[in-house]
């Protein structure tokens, strides 16, 4: 595929080669130079339960790039998709963002992405087990986040390692739902704990009724398949007031708290007694 490194390939390449393959070319040596020199960092994104009470953070990989400043996510992580450099990215990813997770408290999990090329690899429950045991973090807190593009490349595979991957008690989250082809039998088939509302929809609820009547219908037939429901990109409290009103289950959005650094993730993540509330965020 994408491999620039065959010898004549690379030449004949170089001639021809307009100004947007010589941009990515360059970004990808960049990325694979970033990932060896561990200049990439994971932001981490708040959870909330429908009290309020802090649940969880999703790991969000950043790349600050010297040069081109922050890149987001969106531009890389398709780039590594594409040149197989995902493979130890998210190994990366997992593995750092378990081990921080293990020294919060017990209560809270750890949400990580999972892209489908990670996602076909045979030993993906052998590199999550492993990593588990080396951070010491229980299955239960470490929660895997699917999309459905990832389901649908070989759905009897990934049957079998969703099947496998919870046996060993750790959770999965069908995220960005609705987005795709949110196939109905994916939702049934699949034992997912979770579903999260892709953002396209919540942001709209409040002004589009027919994207609430998705989201609303969403939530009631999740609950009846015995799954939990989260609600993404929350941006406004009238998103927020109508979604707990409705039994969300798990909210999350620039609202209620944005992806922050290591140490500020920490700082609410490491606090004893009950964990900071929802509403004391929304006031500081
Ligand atoms: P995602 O998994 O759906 O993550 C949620 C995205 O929505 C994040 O974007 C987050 O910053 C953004 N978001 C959360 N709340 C709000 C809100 O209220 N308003 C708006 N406008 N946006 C909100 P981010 O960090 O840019 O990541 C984009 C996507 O990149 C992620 O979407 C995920 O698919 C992918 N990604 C990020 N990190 C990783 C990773 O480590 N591995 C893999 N495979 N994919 C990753
Ligand atoms: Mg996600
Ligand atoms: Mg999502
Ligand atoms: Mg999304």
Known sequence: QAKLHGKGQVCEFAAGM?????????????????????????????LFDSSGKLTAFEALARWPHPERGMIPPDRFIPLAEETG??????????????????????????????????????DLVETVSAVLKETGLEPWRLELEVTESLLMEDTAKALALVTSLRERGVRVALDDFGTGYSSLAYLHNFPFDKVKVDRTFINKITN????????????????????????????????????????????QGFLLGRPMPETEASLLAGEKQTGRKMHEILRT
Request: with cysteine; charged share 25%.
């Open 18 to 46: 307009d100004a947007d393959l010589r941009e990515r070319h360059d970004l990808e040596l960049d990325l694979r130079r970033a990932l060896s020199r561990g200049e990439l960092k994971i932001h981490y994104q708040p």
């Open 85 to 122: 450099l995902i493979v130890p990215l998210g190994e990366w990813v997992l593995r750092t963002a378990c081990k921080v997770a293990s020294t919060w408290r017990s209560d809270i999990s750890i949400a990580v992405n999972l892209s489908p090329t990670q996602f076909q690899r045979v």
């Open 208 to 251: 589009d009724p027919n994207a609430w009547t998705i989201v609303e219908s969403i939530i009631v037939m999740s609950h009846k398949l015995k799954l939990r429901v989260t609600a993404e990109g929350i941006e406004t409290g009238a998103q927020l007031s109508l979604l707990k009103g409705h039994g969300c289950d798990e909210m």
